[in-house]
């Protein structure tokens, strides 16, 4: 691990291959993998209609209601995936010798940039912008391009601005903590993140409250973000185009950019910030010699993850049940009540009770705190698990070959988000017109053509090395305002060549680190005999975990064909076999019965 990091400056002046975590490039496609599918789902089932029959459609729509929603929540995963690759640079450039100034600069400029773009993508260029709303209705010709929509969503926050702003807080936060090279102080730096980590927590419902007294709606009651202005604009969202907000458009911008990332009702900072370091945290440790890594580093955050989560789950289904019983108790629909708060997981800021919805009266003060920690518990956890199964066990550059599909979706992740129009072709070509009217089956022909059409883009823009992307976009700005941008390697080219991605260093043949090489000292030891008895273990103890048997499988069937049939990957093996086929036997089930089949009654 250390001769892989001190040698990396040759790649500012040179053709080699550029030094890479095959699993944060996992991570980083594949969060975006899957909010396409879900934004999809989102977007497109008529899940009114399927609860309305709850009783007689099979289990596993149920099943499919209860997940979906909580990985809809899942925003902590690419935050914490993209913490941990902008700590790598942080620390990286700071190992080259730039000064903590350059580090910093790099880091702020890139953050505003990347928010600009993000206000631009959610009003004009994206799915929910104008651009969007041409393509969706592309079908009816009273529609045509529609500046008004950029207008009243351009301050709409979203997962891209939360981490934008984490990119700024965080660039600042690490350059103090670098001055007097304070960034050879490991440890000292992880221990005053954990504490950064509380402030936040703690701080999180003093902000909320803070800005919801401090603005109110046009009621005079209702505070932000759920007061409204007389024409019906949120005040986390205003409409630019109204007298009312024309009359004050400086104030209007600046709650827009300013006031929404506090409290917004979609990943506000105040929590989302703690999330983020607990990503520098893990950027910090693993880009560390191996020698830097204190003992069970990577055990304590997996067991940290893992205990949000459970504790997150626990009190998730609390909050649930006092809300249909408190509602049932009041003499409304508690049952509709429940899912409805439960449909609400992914946006943060409906889990605090001054939300003007009629569970709200139901939960506590820190209600919010489990969603926190069942979202990004999980998230956190994944993180570490795939950090530790590839880059702790010698596997980096075989993990990458088996997963470029998923990581080319990563490469130019904003470009993909802002690109999610891209499933409105689908629904044209089935001539549907307008959203949620769609059942399983339309709904994933409509995922799989989504697919289909990404892949052949991403592809073919690959080919021009992603040219005028987003990130093309942003590469292009960072090489004229930071001097720090500017390697010999691009000075001499042309200035539509200095955004390019360049795929041969960076995708197909990067130089994929490791943290624990793979070698014959590694298997003698019964290294992943040992990995792969453990994580069975838990995947069959933990019932939620079933799933994951799947791969303690294969993973324990290569320990012994590596380190041959001992013990320790035998009881793997049986553990594992154990849990596919319960996993097999609930999918079936699930498939096959209803709640009325079982006289179990919704």
Known sequence: MESSLTDIST??????????????????????????????VGDVLDVDTLIADVNNI??????????????????????????????????????????????????VVGGIVLLFFAMMTEGLTGYHGSFGNLILNSNNPEITFNIEYAMRQWATFEAIHTIAWCVIINGIVQGLLSIRGGWKKPKCQMLIYVGLIVVVLVATPFVWKGTNNWITGTDGITGFPWGKFSDGATLSNPDLRTSEILS??????????????????????????????????????????????????????LLTGLAMFITGAIGTVTEIVSVMSGVDAAGGDGLSAGIEFYRFISFHRHWFPDAPYIYADHITSVAWLWQVFITNGFSIMACMLLLYLVEFRGRGSSFAKRTGYI????????????????????????????LHNMLWGETFLTILMTYGFFTIVLYLWGLVHYRFSFEWFMKSIGYILLPIRRINTLKDKKWWQKGD?????????????????????????????????????????????????LVTLSMSIRARKKEGVNKKNTIAVVF???????????FVFAFAATSASIGFYL
Not at 503 to 528: C, G, M, P, Q
């Open 11 to 40: 790649n500012l002046s040179t053709n080699a291959p550029m030094k890479r975590f095959a699993s944060i490039d996992f991570l980083r496609g594949l969060a975006i993998f899957i909010m396409i599918f879900l934004h999809i």
């Open 407 to 434: 990581r080319r979706y990563g490469i130019i992740a904003f470009s993909n988000y802002n690109n999610q129009w891209l499933y409105y072709l689908p629904i044209l070509i089935l001539g549907k017109v307008g």
């Open 248 to 301: 004050s458009r400086f104030l209007a911008v600046l709650m827009g950019i300013f006031l929404s990332p506090l409290a917004a009702p979609m990943e506000p900072i105040f929590p989302y910030l703690a999330v983020s370091f607990m990503g520098s945290i893990i950027g910090i440790a693993i880009s560390q010699p191996k020698k830097a890594l204190f003992k069970g580093f990577s055990k304590s955050i």
């Open 58 to 107: 099979p289990l596993i729509n149920i099943v499919a209601l209860i997940v979906l929603p909580l990985l809809g929540g899942l925003a902590g995963l690419f935050l914490v995936a993209s913490s941990i690759s902008n700590m790598l640079s942080m620390q990286r450039n700071l190992e080259r010798g730039k000064s903590v100034g350059q580090v910093v600069l790099k880091q």
């Open 501 to 549: 991605i360049d795929l041969k260093r960076t995708f197909h043949n990067a130089d994929w680190i490791n943290i624990v090489e793979e070698s014959e000292t590694y298997h003698k030891a019964k290294t992943d005999s040992r990995i792969s008895m453990i994580f069975s273990i838990l995947s069959l103890a933990i019932p939620i975990f079933f799933a994951f048997s």
């Open 576 to 586: 594992s076999i154990i849990g596919v086929v319960i996993t097999v036997a609930f």
